[in-house]
């Protein structure tokens, strides 16, 4: 279970993206983080995986603190974390299966890595993620040849080297047509189903979120407005997330 208690994050320069936030996360659940721009969605995404460090509060993978951990057992903490960004950022001179196997660099040393000489076994694993997400063919295209929906999917297959329990999705739709969000969030919901992995993600847009979530969390201004079931967002839970002026479509 990922655990999250009275999360605080303020940046240099006083502002505080995130204010005393709890909730918690069974394992294997789909879990949406909504809210406005600025809200700290992505602060929330980062301090879990502890891209950022919180400025106070805890947060719990099991037994394991992962906002206390450093050196080594951070490093043994992260290979369970896998993350999906929303620019993909993929090495886009490399292939495609080459920015998958970059998943793997926790695990194998650093100079076979660099020299790209991985495992046999890991090079199978990486062709077996691809055609997971639907481009095993692409495994010998370069990144930079690929559409947003194709890098995106090559995200997810890095991450899945990871051999992750839990995955964090910063936005990972919000540079795509709606119908290339849907094939993502399909594959997301598959995998957390399929894996028993806990997903964590980001969205603007509430059909996606009644759609795939098991739970949602709401944040405004960095603090926690609202956490439960997509359909109990009612009119007014939704304009406590989004403000007073804010009007559903649909």
């Known amino acids: 279970m990922l655990r999250v208690k009275d999360l605080k994050k303020v940046y240099d320069g006083g502002v505080t993206a995130?204010?005393?936030?709890?909730?918690?996360?069974?394992?294997?659940?789909?879990?949406?983080?909504?809210?406005?721009s600025g809200s700290g969605k992505s602060t929330m995404l980062r301090c879990v995986n502890r891209l950022i460090d919180p400025t106070a509060g805890e947060i719990w993978w099991d037994d394991t603190q992962l906002s206390h951990v450093t050196g080594e057992e951070l490093r043994r903490a992260r290979r369970k974390i896998g993350m999906i960004f929303q620019h993909f950022n993929l090495v886009d001179r490399s292939t495609v299966l080459t920015n998958v196997l970059s998943g793997r660099l926790g695990y194998v040393n650093p100079l076979a890595s660099i020299l790209g000489r991985f495992p046999a076994e890991d090079v199978a694993r990486a062709h077996a993620n691809l055609e997971r997400v639907g481009i095993g063919d692409k495994a010998y295209s370069r990144a930079d040849e690929l559409s947003g929906g194709q890098k995106q999917r090559v995200g997810i297959a890095r991450a899945l080297m990871q051999d992750p329990e839990i995955l964090l999705a910063d936005e990972p739709v919000a540079s795509l047509d709606p119908v290339l969000a849907h094939s993502i969030m399909n594959i997301l919901k598959?995998?957390?189903?399929?894996d028993g992995i806990t997903v964590m993600v980001s969205l603007h847009f509430l059909d996606l979120v009644q759609q795939y979530s098991d739970q949602v969390i709401a944040l405004n201004e960095g603090k926690l407005v609202f956490q439960g079931k997509p359909e109990e967002i009612d009119d007014q839970r939704f304009r406590d997330i989004y403000g007073k002026d804010a009007e559903r479509i649909g």
């Open 190 to 194: 598959k995998i957390s189903k399929e």
């Open 18 to 36: 995130l204010n005393g936030v709890s909730f918690e996360v069974p394992k294997g659940q789909f879990l949406s983080v909504v809210g406005l």
